[in-house]
């Protein structure tokens, strides 16, 4: 499926592009552990849970926000020497809502990505 500038998306249908809300119910979805894990960590039967639901799945004290999932690839990038540039382009966010809202390195991580880009200058 290519669209009209050409692009091709990486979660689609038969029909283009899934809707935000898809996504994020399919995120919390997939990181729920009683979907990956057949079992509920959290005393609950997955028969009966409202979370197990495919559209419950978001109350589940388990899952994952597709957020989360955003600022936790930001810093992996960041961490494996990604430069910042192209993660922020990769995201679609500028440099500066980068470093203050989604990298999420400690200060060592951070203090090590400098060191390394440094020591090549």
């Given at each position: 499926m290519t669209?009209?500038?050409?692009?091709?998306?990486?979660?689609?249908?038969?029909?283009?592009?899934?809707?935000?809300?898809?996504?994020?119910?399919?995120?919390?979805?997939?990181?729920?552990?009683?979907?990956?894990?057949?079992?509920?960590?959290?005393?609950?039967?997955?028969?009966?849970c409202e979370a197990a639901t495919r559209n419950g799945a978001s109350q589940c004290p388990g899952s994952v926000s597709p957020h989360a999932l955003r600022r936790g690839y930001v810093t992996a990038a960041r961490n494996t020497g990604q430069p910042k540039d192209v993660t922020g382009e990769r995201v679609d966010m500028t440099g500066r809502v980068l470093d203050k809202h989604y990298d999420k390195g400690s200060h060592d991580e951070k203090a090590e990505r400098r060191r390394s880009y440094l020591k090549d200058i």
């Open positions: 669209d009209e500038y050409g692009r091709e998306p990486s979660i689609a249908t038969d029909h283009g592009r899934r809707a935000r809300t898809t996504i994020q119910r399919m995120v919390y979805t997939a990181t729920s552990p009683c979907h990956y894990e057949n079992a509920c960590p959290f005393d609950e039967d997955p028969e009966t």
